[in-house]
């Protein structure tokens, strides 16, 4: 997961440099990211939106299989208890309802 964290992060630092491959990336991610040896399964949908000073965007994660059978216990611990959202630059993530950025676990 690291290398492709970092393989993310060389990407989105390119796009910030180059507004032609930013906006390649926004309208056909999938062939950007194979050019970036990210390579996506035909089945899988990608879509790139972009953070701004005044809009973050959340992404939802999808129910683990079986949620309606989990406790709310459960559930929480499937999804981790709290998510991250990429915020301004890589080097200030917003960490759930706590916004902990010192020591968070999703900025290694």
């Known amino acids: 997961m690291t290398e492709q964290k970092n393989a993310l992060a060389q990407l989105f630092a390119a796009c910030w ?3 032609a491959l930013k906006a390649r990336f926004m309208a ?3 062939a950007v990211l194979a050019e970036y040896d990210m390579p996506v399964p035909d089945n899988l949908d ?5 953070n701004a000073d005044d809009c973050v965007h959340i992404t939802l994660p999808a129910p683990p299989d079986g949620h309606m059978n989990l406790s709310d216990d459960e559930l929480s611990n499937a999804a981790g208890g709290v998510g991250c959202v990429s915020h301004a630059d890589l080097g200030s993530l917003w960490c759930g309802p706590t916004m902990n950025e010192p020591g968070c676990a999703c900025s290694n």
């Open 17 to 19: 440099k180059d507004e």
């Open 28 to 30: 056909d991610p999938k």
């Open 46 to 50: 990608v879509k790139v939106v972009e």
